[in-house]
């Protein structure tokens, strides 16, 4: 999580989550729709056309930049925006030389893996330097160090959500190789963002981002994105375990999905981008994103942006991390590693987490009360909206909607002034067709959990973790329910499976609109 640019508001806890900027590497770039390995580097020259005088002139200016980034709903790919960036030279034997010795942490992770996402809490970690990662990546033979017990054959290594600050406390100069300001953010450099430094294979599980957008810069090698639209949530069985502030995993491993236990994902709209070095990628708000290293070294930089709606999010994540840390604490209060993500440093008491969430929702008010917004959204007791009383035209309270009932003049004139073009590529659905794992025999089974407005509209198509049921609790099950002559076996409910109800996102969000609605009576 990133404190805004105001400093309204702090990081929930000691929690390494603060402010999300992204340098990622590779080299090339791709067009959106290419998913395989044959796509093809973009040869195209810089805007204007090859003429010597236009080859430095960018697409963009600064502000025309960040209104499309502030606006766009749809992931797309900057072209011949960052072609004098001096960050365009980090490769990672250019990085190595620079941090010499320095101790990186490495996430270590399997290559091949089943249907069951490989979530960093299920990982090993290694200190190394990037030397020796470039030596166990390319020289397999004369492995030595931190990567020794670790087979280039099955492992993959991964320097990921690595604070540039941090990385170079001492040569500090080098923050200005990143240059932000040419996308409208001025004065934003390499010290707002972070490194990440990957082998073939590495990889980020699928999640979204609770809070604002990301830039995406590659430097070095190609990473495949497979992104999912917000509207797809229900279908990518969304959990907060392993838990991190900002960010709601799926359960779904979505390069190898198990559609007999998530069928529902088979209505989840992919779609997938290959992002080479010289481009950068705009993933929007709340937008699901699985990414992967696909060349034997990547390197990439990430700029985390704040948006106008994040303030009702900070609330809803202050309710979910007061849920789980309560939830999961009282189960097993000294075994917070198998639920509590590595980026996050210890699980906050209830009292931190209360005055975080009193923080959070008067952080709400004030953002209303300076934006002159007053209009506070009511819920009746079936779930329905009340009539409300519009007294600006900024609603700090609605919901983000899916499409607008009534097409208007001025939606036309915004559609016919769309910014994408050549050195702007929307990411666009996959053309490919949905893995066919499990065949066609649970295409109709179970319902959405969450309408398109919202509303519960069927039950929650979910598997429970199983084990094993014994006699005993049979004949206790047969006790209980004496008019069933056979009691089938019921997968019991965990902590887990109850969290993943509590804090579904759809359930937070009108539980703050709730809270929200009963602070301002």
């Known amino acids: 999580m990133a404190a805004s640019e105001e400093g309204s508001l702090p990081s929930l806890c000691a929690s390494h989550t603060p402010l ?30 090859g003429e010597e005088e236009d ?19 749809q992931p797309a790919i900057f072209y011949n925006m960052v072609f004098d960036w001096p960050a365009q030279h980090w490769t990672a034997k250019h990085l190595s030389e620079i941090l010499h010795g320095k101790q990186i942490r490495f996430r270590m992770g399997l290559k091949n893996t089943d249907t069951v996402p490989q979530f960093e809490t299920t990982c090993h970690y290694v200190e190394a330097t990037l030397e020796e990662f470039l030596t166990w990546n390319y020289d397999h033979c004369s492995i030595s160090g931190s990567f020794r017990d670790y087979d280039y054959s099955k492992f993959w290594a991964y320097a990921d959500y690595k604070y540039i600050v941090d990385l170079f406390e001492d040569k500090t100069d080098i923050f200005q190789d990143v240059r932000w300001s040419d996308f409208g953010f001025h004065g934003r450099n390499g010290r707002e963002s972070t490194l990440w430094i990957g082998s073939l294979g590495a990889h980020t599980p699928c999640h979204l981002d609770s809070y604002g957008c990301n830039l995406v810069f590659q430097v070095q090698g190609r990473k495949r994105w497979h992104l999912f639209p917000p509207e797809d949530t229900p279908f990518l069985y969304p959990t907060r375990i392993p838990y991190e502030e900002s960010s709601v995993f799926s359960k779904v491993n979505v390069v190898n999905p198990d559609l007999k236990r998530f069928p529902q994902f088979r209505k989840a709209r992919r779609h997938v981008a290959t992002l080479s070095p010289g481009q950068v990628l705009l993933v929007p708000r709340h937008w699901w994103h699985y990414v992967e290293s696909i060349d034997p070294v990547t390197v990439s930089v990430n700029s985390w942006i704040e948006l106008e709606e994040d303030h009702q999010a900070r609330v809803e994540e202050a309710i979910t991390r007061m849920l789980v840390c309560a939830l999961k604490t009282a189960e097993d209060p000294h075994n917070t590693a198998a639920w509590l993500n590595p980026t996050e440093v210890e699980a906050t008491s209830h009292e931190v987490n209360c005055h975080y969430l009193n923080r959070a929702v008067s952080a709400f008010f004030d953002h209303c009360r300076t934006s002159k917004i007053v209009e506070i959204q009511a819920f009746r007791t079936n779930r329905e909206y009340v009539k409300r009383e519009d007294l600006n035209e900024h609603n700090c309270m609605e919901v983000e909607p899916t499409s607008s009932p009534n097409l208007t003049l001025e939606t036309v004139e915004q559609e016919a002034a769309s910014p994408f073009g050549p050195d702007l590529v929307p990411v666009l659905p996959s053309s490919e067709d949905p893995p066919a794992e499990g065949g066609g025999m649970f295409e109709n089974e179970g319902k959405d959990f969450v309408g398109k407005d919202g509303e519960h509209v069927g039950e929650l198509h979910c598997t429970k973790k199983r084990r094993v049921i014994s006699k005993s609790e ?33 359930v937070t969000k009108i539980v703050a609109q709730l809270l929200i609605q009963g602070r301002n009576v």
């Open 55 to 73: 080859e430095h002139v960018k697409p963009f200016t600064p502000e025309k930049a960040k209104e499309i980034i502030m606006s766009l709903q």
């Open 20 to 49: 999300r900027l992204w340098v990622s590497g590779g080299a090339g770039v791709v067009p959106a729709m290419a998913a395989g390995a044959g796509a093809t580097t973009d040869t195209r020259p810089a805007a204007g056309g």
């Open 474 to 506: 049979n004949a206790a099950d047969e006790q209980i329910a004496p008019d069933r002559t056979v009691v089938p076996s019921q997968p019991l409910i965990s902590t887990d499976d109850l969290l993943d109800c509590l804090v579904n996102p759809q």
